[in-house]
C-alpha cells in the first residue's frame, strides 16, 4: 500500500484520530504501518513520548520505531514550526526530516505522515507544510470537518495541493462538531466543488480512540478506498 500525508483544514480537525484509526486498521488488516509526525508542538508530556499526538500515533500502529525517526523535531511551544523555533532559536533542517522519512519508508510496506496544523502552516520562512509534502513525494488526504465554514476553507485547501502539484487522494468529512452541515448533502457539494473524492465520513464518536474510529474505517471500506 502506498504512503500518505494526512493534512487537515485547521488544527483540531481531527487529523491524529482519523490517522490513528487508519494506523490501527491497516495494521489489524496484516499492513506493517509506518507513522510518522515530522513536527510536533505544544505542551511536552510528562512520561513516554514528548508528543500526545505521537504517543497515539504510536500506540494505534504498534510500531517499534524510535521516537527520533517518528517525531524528529518537537517543540514545547503551542506554535507552527516556524514561530516554535524562532522563539527558542532553534534551527530546522528539512534534509533531516526527508531522510528519516525515507529511513521509515524502508522499514513498512506504507507510512502514515500526520501534517501540522493546516496546510500553509509555516516550517521555515519560505517552506511550510505544503512544501513538505510536495518534498516528500506523497498524495495528499485532507481531513475536514462539517462545520458551517469548512467547505471555504476545504476549497483553500484543495486548491493550494493543486497550486503546489500535489495530488489529493481524498477528503475526509469528520462529523465530530455535529452542529454544522448535514454531511451526506456536504459530501456531495465538496465532490462537486473541488472535484476531490470524499473518501469518508466519520460520525462524532464518543471517547473517541484509535479501536472505535478503526472499526468506522474498515465498515466505511476505507483501505480499498486506498
Ligand atoms: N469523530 C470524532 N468524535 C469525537 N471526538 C473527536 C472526533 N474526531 C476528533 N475528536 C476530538 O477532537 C479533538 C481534536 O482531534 P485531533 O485528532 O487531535 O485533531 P488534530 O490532529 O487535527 O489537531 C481531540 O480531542 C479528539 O479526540
Ligand atoms: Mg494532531
Known amino acids: 500500500m502506498k504512503s500518505y500525508?494526512?493534512?487537515?483544514?485547521?488544527?483540531?480537525?481531527?487529523?491524529?484520530?482519523?490517522?490513528?484509526?487508519?494506523?490501527?486498521?491497516?495494521?489489524?488488516?496484516?499492513?506493517?504501518?509506518?507513522?510518522?509526525?515530522?513536527?510536533?508542538?505544544?505542551?511536552?508530556?510528562?512520561?513516554?513520548?514528548?508528543?500526545?499526538?505521537?504517543?497515539?500515533?504510536?500506540?494505534?500502529?504498534?510500531?517499534?520505531?524510535?521516537?527520533?525517526?517518528?517525531?524528529?523535531?518537537?517543540?514545547?511551544?503551542?506554535?507552527?514550526?516556524?514561530?516554535?523555533?524562532?522563539?527558542?532559536?532553534?534551527?530546522?533542517?528539512?534534509?533531516?526530516?526527508?531522510?528519516?522519512?525515507e529511513k521509515l519508508q524502508s522499514l513498512h510496506d506504507s507510512v502514515l505522515v500526520e501534517g501540522i496544523g493546516g496546510i500553509m502552516t509555516p516550517i521555515l520562512k519560505d517552506y511550510c507544510v505544503a512544501d513538505l509534502i510536495k518534498d516528500m513525494n506523497l498524495e495528499a488526504i485532507i481531513v475536514t470537518s462539517s462545520r458551517i465554514?469548512?467547505?471555504?476553507?476545504?476549497l483553500l485547501t484543495?486548491?493550494?495541493?493543486?497550486?503546489?502539484?500535489?495530488?489529493?487522494?481524498?477528503?475526509?468529512?469528520?462529523?465530530?462538531?455535529?452542529?454544522?452541515?448535514?454531511v451526506d448533502e456536504l459530501a456531495s457539494d465538496l465532490k462537486n466543488l473541488s472535484g476531490v473524492d470524499v473518501l469518508c465520513t466519520i460520525p462524532h464518536v464518543d471517547g473517541c480512540n484509535a479501536d472505535k474510529i478503526s472499526k468506522i474505517l474498515i465498515e466505511n471500506g476505507m483501505l480499498s478506498a486506498l
Open 5 to 101: 500525508f494526512i493534512t487537515g483544514t485547521d488544527t483540531g480537525i481531527g487529523k491524529t484520530c482519523f490517522t490513528a484509526g487508519l494506523a490501527m486498521a491497516m495494521k489489524n488488516s496484516g499492513i506493517d504501518v509506518g507513522v510518522m509526525k515530522p513536527f510536533s508542538t505544544g505542551i511536552s508530556q510528562k512520561t513516554g513520548y514528548q508528543s500526545e499526538d505521537v504517543k497515539i500515533l504510536v500506540e494505534a500502529s504498534g510500531t517499534k520505531d524510535d521516537e527520533s525517526l517518528v517525531n524528529p523535531y518537537f517543540f514545547p511551544i503551542p506554535a507552527s514550526p516556524y514561530m516554535a523555533a524562532n522563539k527558542l532559536k532553534t534551527a530546522i533542517d528539512v534534509s533531516l526530516v526527508l531522510d528519516r522519512f
Open 149 to 154: 465554514g469548512t467547505i471555504n476553507h476545504t
Open 158 to 182: 484543495c486548491d493550494t495541493c493543486k497550486k503546489y502539484g500535489i495530488k489529493t487522494k481524498g477528503i475526509i468529512v469528520n462529523n465530530f462538531d455535529v452542529t454544522g452541515y448535514a
